[in-house]
């Protein structure tokens, strides 16, 4: 019989730095020398958190990164919806990124509009022998004949495509000139990069590449307070309640990348006088082409949480007149009771509790003040497929002594949280069940746990309530762990 040791648990840079040296020395000594880079603690006042990121993940150590596949068809090219977008391979890759992502829409599906819907050149192997292009042609047949409503065509490339060097581009052309409508080829083979975030760039090239400067809708009239909203994916919703705020300040979204959007909000974009980036992991680069092709400066802004709602607000009406400035506070007046009344809900049940995050994109920063909003600490963060800059600008968000891990393995994040028993995790749906198994709360931060939007006013009503509903549900009282109990395994825990 062993009786389980417990040790309390500090928020400092002590207990971290202890932590992290702990969970290191499982490792063999060249892994972990490999695996300190990546974990780190911050100090206060640095600009740089020094852990090392967008590296290459240990073969053999488990990671939870998408591939380059993931990030321009699951997350960039997949949420246009009057397009159709073919995933060039097999069929596995395709059914997993379809509808995964829960990026709303309106529209009819399967007429004007196909973000549900799967389409796939279906690889088998005879055309891993002979190549795929004759295949993809007559997919690209098919779908004009069936969907003809669609405005284009968009070629999304698997592993397969690119090891056997199928000419996507000419076919794309090709196809393009004969049906009269864009086939824009995204050359997104899973293998290439370090993760998901190459997928990002290789999709906004695709639209520098074939989409700007190639239809510039005469018909369109600007106004001075034209924006668009880029990186916000309408995850749950969460562009439209961002997309209210901007209209009752007076501004005019003229498109939005890529949630509920079109092809021809992608070719009007040039047009804006301001951009707006919510995700800038995954679209910094085509807001920094538009900048010095067309001369559009852009802004990341935040509408998690009502502290940074309000920064946000106050910033992008800078950008103009005194009469945006007016309404910009007109409309944090007219929210403020709103965001009170929920704080003084859920901040008493909230207050104190301890949060660890480990998403990609902008969640693990642009979340922090929204938990803070509610009273709730932020005892650890990290990204799954995060930059160097990723990094440098979470420090503004951070307090000292917060523990920072990149691309976390598996073991890893599990002996974290088995130390610092956080009060709430905020993760993927591959972390979610078996931390819940391990009796700790937990939210899926992905897509929102099926739940939103939880952007603007309205969704932090909504976040509010379902952090709320994941810390104090009844169930975690009735879950039994062994390192809960007096008697236990011959390994401590």
Same mark, same amino acid.
């Given at each position: 019989? *062993?009786?389980?040791?417990?040790?309390?648990?500090?928020?400092?840079?002590?207990?971290?730095?202890?932590?992290?040296?702990?969970?290191?020395?499982?490792?063999?000594?060249?892994?972990?020398?490999?695996?300190? $880079?990546?974990?780190?603690?911050?100090?206060?006042?640095?600009?740089?958190?020094?852990?090392?990121?967008?590296?290459?993940?240990?073969?053999?150590?488990?990671?939870?990164?998408?591939?380059?596949?993931?990030?321009?068809?699951?997350?960039?090219?997949?949420?246009?919806?009057?397009?159709?977008?073919?995933?060039?391979?097999?069929?596995?890759?395709? @059914?997993?990124?379809?509808?995964?992502?829960?990026?709303?829409?309106?529209?009819? /599906?399967?007429? +004007?509009?196909?973000?549900?819907?799967?389409?796939?050149? !279906?690889?088998?192997?005879? !055309?891993?022998?002979?190549?795929? +292009?004759?295949?993809?042609?007559?997919?690209?047949?098919?779908?004009?004949?069936?969907?003809?409503?669609?405005?284009?065509?968009?070629?999304?490339?698997?592993?397969?495509?690119?090891?056997?060097?199928?000419?996507?581009?000419?076919?794309?052309?090709?196809?393009?000139?004969?049906?009269?409508?864009?086939?824009?080829?995204?050359?997104?083979?899973?293998?290439?990069?370090?993760?998901?975030?190459?997928?990002?760039?290789?999709?906004?090239?695709?639209?520098?590449?074939?989409?700007?400067?190639?239809?510039?809708?005469?018909?369109?009239?600007?106004?001075?307070?034209?924006?668009?909203?880029?990186?916000?994916?309408? =995850?749950?919703? !969460?562009?439209?309640?961002?997309?209210?705020?901007?209209?009752?300040?007076?501004?005019?979204?003229?498109?939005?990348? /890529?949630?509920?959007?079109?092809?021809?909000?992608?070719?009007?974009?040039?047009?804006?006088?301001?951009?707006?980036?919510?995700?800038?992991?995954?679209?910094?680069?085509?807001?920094?082409?538009?900048?010095?092709?067309?001369?559009? &400066?852009?802004?990341?802004?935040?509408?998690?949480?009502?502290?940074?709602?309000?920064?946000?607000?106050?910033?992008?009406?800078?950008?103009?007149?005194?009469? =945006?400035?007016?309404?910009?506070?007109? *409309?944090?007046? $007219?929210?403020?009771?709103?965001?009170?009344?929920?704080? #003084?809900?859920?901040?008493?049940?909230?207050?104190?509790? $301890?949060?660890?995050?480990?998403?990609?994109?902008?969640?693990?920063?642009?979340?922090?003040?929204?938990?803070?909003?509610?009273?709730?600490?932020?005892?650890?963060?990290?990204?799954?497929?995060?930059?160097?800059?990723?990094?440098?600008? /979470?420090?503004?968000?951070?307090?000292?002594? *917060?523990?920072?891990?990149?691309?976390?393995?598996?073991?890893?994040?599990?002996?974290?949280?088995?130390?610092?028993?956080?009060?709430?995790?905020?993760?993927?749906?591959?972390?979610?069940?078996?931390?819940?198994?391990?009796?700790?709360?937990?939210?899926?931060?992905?897509?929102?746990?099926?739940?939103?939007?939880? @952007?603007?006013?309205?969704?932090?009503?909504?976040?509010?309530?379902?952090?709320?509903? #994941?810390?104090?549900?009844?169930?975690?009282?009735?879950? $039994?762990? &062994?390192?809960?109990?007096?008697?236990? /395994?011959?390994?401590?825990?």
């Amino acid at each position: 019989m *062993t009786v389980v040791k417990t040790i309390e648990y500090k928020n400092d840079k002590e207990f971290h730095e202890a932590l992290i040296k702990e969970v290191l020395s499982a490792y063999p000594e060249k892994t972990g020398k490999k695996r300190a $880079k990546h974990l780190s603690v911050t100090n206060d006042g640095a600009s740089d958190c020094g852990v090392k990121s967008n590296i290459k993940s240990i073969p053999g150590v488990m990671s939870v990164r998408g591939c380059a596949y993931a990030g321009a068809k699951g997350v960039v090219w997949g949420p246009v919806k009057d397009m159709v977008h073919i995933s060039h391979g097999p069929v596995g890759c395709g @059914h997993y990124s379809w509808s995964q992502r829960r990026n709303y829409y309106v529209g009819t /599906t399967g007429v +004007d509009s196909f973000g549900t819907m799967q389409f796939t050149s !279906d690889f088998q192997e005879k !055309d891993i022998v002979f190549g795929g +292009d004759k295949k993809l042609r007559k997919v690209i047949d098919e779908i004009e004949e069936l969907f003809p409503l669609n405005r284009g065509i968009s070629v999304m490339s698997e592993c397969p495509v690119g090891l056997i060097g199928d000419d996507i581009e000419s076919v794309s052309r090709e196809k393009g000139e004969e049906i009269g409508k864009p086939v824009v080829p995204v050359r997104c083979e899973g293998f290439r990069g370090v993760s998901q975030s190459l997928g990002h760039h290789i999709a906004n090239d695709a639209v520098r590449d074939w989409v700007m400067g190639k239809n510039e809708h005469p018909e369109f009239e600007s106004t001075p307070y034209d924006v668009v909203v880029i990186g916000d994916y309408n =995850i749950g919703g !969460d562009c439209w309640s961002s997309r209210k705020i901007l209209e009752e300040m007076g501004l005019r979204v003229i498109a939005q990348w /890529t949630g509920d959007s079109t092809l021809a909000e992608l070719e009007i974009a040039p047009k804006a006088k301001l951009n707006l980036i919510h995700c800038y992991r995954s679209m910094n680069y085509i807001s920094r082409h538009m900048e010095e092709k067309y001369g559009t &400066p852009w802004f990341e802004f935040n509408f998690f949480g009502p502290s940074r709602i309000e920064a946000s607000i106050r910033a992008i009406a800078e950008f103009f007149d005194d009469t =945006i400035k007016e309404k910009a506070e007109q *409309t944090i007046a $007219k929210y403020r009771p709103l965001a009170d009344a929920v704080i #003084a809900r859920y901040k008493p049940r909230l207050e104190g509790k $301890k949060v660890m995050l480990f998403v990609g994109g902008l969640r693990p920063r642009h979340m922090i003040n929204a938990y803070e909003d509610l009273g709730m600490e932020i005892v650890g963060a990290g990204y799954e497929f995060a930059h160097k800059d990723d990094y440098q600008r /979470t420090m503004d968000y951070v307090k000292d002594g *917060t523990l920072i891990y990149d691309d976390v393995t598996g073991y890893e994040l599990e002996k974290f949280v088995q130390k610092i028993r956080p009060d709430l995790v905020g993760s993927g749906i591959k972390e979610k069940y078996s931390t819940q198994k391990a009796g700790i709360p937990f939210r899926q931060m992905h897509s929102w746990d099926y739940s939103g939007p939880y @952007h603007g006013y309205d969704g932090f009503a909504v976040f509010a309530r379902d952090m709320d509903m #994941a810390v104090n549900s009844p169930t975690w009282g009735l879950t $039994k762990v &062994p390192w809960a109990t007096a008697e236990a /395994t011959p390994t401590e825990a």
